[in-house]
């Protein structure tokens, strides 16, 4: 279904699965995955505790960003690349 006020020739389908955030128990990937084995680095040092705590408080931390905004860590990631002097 096409809306009437698309222009001829400048129309491309995109797959939901493009645009979605791609999600590990409710945190975004790349996060899940840092914050896994940031937590099995502590673990594995002998603080079993620290570790799971940091693990679950760290997953939970995840899935509220996720839920505010899906792209949180990206956005998180290019802001921390933009050097200081080009702030305003």
């Known amino acids: ?41 502590v673990v594995f040092s002998g603080a079993l505790l620290a570790g799971l705590l940091l693990g679950v408080v760290g997953h939970g931390v995840g899935v509220l960003l996720a839920r505010h905004d899906p792209q949180a860590m990206d956005v998180l990631k290019r802001g921390m690349r933009v050097p200081p002097h080009l702030e305003i």
Do not use: K, Y
């Open 1 to 41: 279904m096409r809306d009437p006020h698309d222009v001829p020739g400048f129309l491309a389908p995109v797959r939901q699965a493009l645009t979605t955030v791609i999600l590990f128990g409710g945190a975004p990937r790349s996060f899940a995955i840092l914050n896994g084995t940031l937590a099995m680095v």
